[in-house]
């Protein structure tokens, strides 16, 4: 069967925006939620580190714990820990509706992905910049999201870095050509200049920090984001 042309480049599909809220205001996180969820969002990302899988420590289940209650929306939590088998069951409790680990943070990712949909929740794997594509290859009938890092794990506001295009070309051709229908979803340094890239690489999921938590405000900011996403696909349809 031929496959779907519009799926080949990622055209005409819809594009979600996930702000991360690493940069946002922290002392007031319930605010921050609810703000994003009137201005439609279409998830939270959640940055966990652990100061060991990377050299910056921020928040655990405690704190999704406290925040679920401010919105139905979608909280995926990105964990940058080492040993996430041993955490993903206390972040699903707390809420995390998909929880994304690190390839290179586990030996045991089938073990952990039946883990974590057992509990019913979505399981992702991200890549760092190191990692090649093809290592996700024995895993694509277990994810539902493949997160390809555009920056070096750890820190909001970095530069998008040169290459990500093309490896996130490379990985929307591998979901395209398995019979998988798993989000491609593009983390670090996304702003108004790297954003159409991306799509037109086939990433339909962007999370983005400091450019919505930036200055101009979080509704203007994430309208404007939509409008790119809009165009962007449209064009492409
Ligand atoms: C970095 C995190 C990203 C980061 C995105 O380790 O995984 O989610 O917070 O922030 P910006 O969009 O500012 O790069
Ligand atoms: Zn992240």
Do not use: W
């Not at 959640?46 to 928040?59: H, Q």
């Not at 820990?81 to 030996?107: C, L, M, R, T, W």
């Amino acid at each position: 069967m031929p496959s779907n042309p519009k799926k080949a480049t990622g055209a005409g599909r819809r594009i979600k925006i996930f702000p991360s809220i690493l940069n946002s205001d922290l002392g007031d996180l319930r605010s921050v939620i609810r703000a994003l969820d009137s201005c439609h969002a279409d998830g939270v990302h959640l940055d966990v580190m652990d100061g060991n899988f990377v050299p910056n420590i921020t928040f655990g289940p405690g704190t999704i714990a406290a925040i679920r209650g401010a919105s139905s929306l979608h909280f995926e939590a990105h964990l940058m820990i080492s040993n996430p088998e041993k955490y993903v069951a206390q972040f699903a409790q707390a809420g995390a509706d998909s929880i994304i680990v690190h390839y290179e943070a586990s030996q045991r990712l089938h073990e952990l992905a039946s883990k974590v949909k057992s509990l019913g929740k979505g399981f992702g794997i991200a890549l760092n910049p190191q990692t090649e594509v093809d290592a996700i290859k024995p895993y694509l009938s277990s994810i539902d999201t493949l997160l390809i890092m555009s920056v070096n794990p750890g820190f909001g506001g970095q530069k998008f870095m040169p290459g990500s295009i093309d490896k996130i070309k490379a990985a929307r051709m591998l979901l395209d050509n398995s019979s998988a229908s798993t989000t491609l979803a593009v983390d670090g340094g996304i702003n108004q200049h790297t954003c159409p890239d991306a799509i037109a690489g086939g990433a339909n999921e962007l999370i983005i920090g400091s450019a919505i938590f930036g200055n101009g405000g979080v509704s203007k900011n994430l309208k404007e984001f939509m409008g790119i996403c809009t165009s962007a696909t449209s064009a492409d349809a």
